[in-house]
């Protein structure tokens, strides 16, 4: 077992966490605890502050008020020691697209210090449990969405994170790769690794999440175990649309010109 994912542990500690983009308050004071070990699900509406708040949290964006721990460590006082603990697959991922999916993984895993030898063994395991050794030799310019997600991902788990932390990871993906991925990641946290994802599928988030946070306009509007969140709600859906106030809106006189045919 891990680290970070002893009984109890806290993978990740966001303590009055702000962000403002001009006018736009894009965070507006999170305080979040993120058990360790868990399957973790960030859920919210479009803009409330999803990636932003895993752009700070990943020490990729840094925040105007606030402070991130993550396995312990402060992530802006201490970067060098959460980036060796943490794997991350951002939203628009940037990959080296003149590379093969197999030179990406040789190239990250010596970035990441890794022996050679050490490299090989997971690169070619992680390009077979993926589905993507047929294609390793193609380069990354021509591998489809799904595929750019999957090669990513392996970057990301390569040199074996405590957390991982996967922002809309099955997003333009297929059902077929979308369940390879699924597989992949249940099995990382089964020997005790934290993952971290954001999403707005609620059903994949229900059915993969032991434990979730909701966000709306900026802040987390209830966490914790999903059974707690959904509480008595029919789903995990139905409780985050009454949490996220979206079963109030009227959208009765809104495009009532729309009805196909009659002009
Ligand atoms: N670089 C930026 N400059 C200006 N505004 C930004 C920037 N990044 C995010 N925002 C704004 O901050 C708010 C939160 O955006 P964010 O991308 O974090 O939301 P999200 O929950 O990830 O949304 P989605 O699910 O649509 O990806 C939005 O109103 C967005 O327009």
Redesign the pocket.
């Known amino acids: 077992m891990t680290e970070g994912a002893r009984v109890g542990a806290v993978a990740v500690r966001v303590q009055g966490l702000w962000k403002r ?2 006018e ?1 308050i ?2 507006a004071g999170v305080d979040l605890e993120l058990p360790a070990g868990r399957f973790i699900g960030l859920v ?10 895993l752009s700070m949290v990943t020490g990729l964006l840094r925040p105007d008020q606030g402070t991130v721990e993550v396995v312990g460590h402060d992530v802006w006082r201490d970067p060098t020691e959460v980036k060796a603990r943490i794997g991350v697959l951002p ?1 628009g991922l940037r990959l080296f697209e003149r590379l093969s999916g197999r030179e990406l993984l040789a190239y990250t895993g010596r970035l990441r210090g890794l022996p050679g030898t050490e490299v090989d063994k997971r690169a070619t395991q992680l390009l077979e449990v993926l589905d993507l050794a047929g294609s390793q030799h193609k380069l990354v310019v021509d591998y489809s969405t799904g595929m750019r997600k999957k090669i990513g991902l392996a970057a990301a788990l390569l040199h074996n994170p405590e957390v991982l932390f996967l ?2 990871p099955f997003e333009g993906v297929d059902p077929v790769s979308a369940q390879t991925i699924r597989g992949v990641l249940e099995r990382y946290t089964a020997s005790g690794a934290t993952v971290v994802f ?1 999403s ?1 599928v609620m059903e994949l988030v229900e059915s993969l999440c032991d434990w979730v946070a909701v ?1 709306a306009a ?1 802040r987390i509007r209830a966490h914790g175990p999903t059974a707690d969140v959904r509480g008595t709600a029919p789903s995990l859906q139905q409780a985050f649309l009454e949490l996220v106030g979206a079963n109030d809106r009227d959208t009765s006189t809104h495009l009532d010109w729309l009805g196909g045919g009659a002009r």
């Open positions: 983009f001009g736009q894009a965070v919210g509406p479009n803009g409330a502050g999803k990636t932003t708040t939203e922002d809309e954001s707005h966000m900026g």
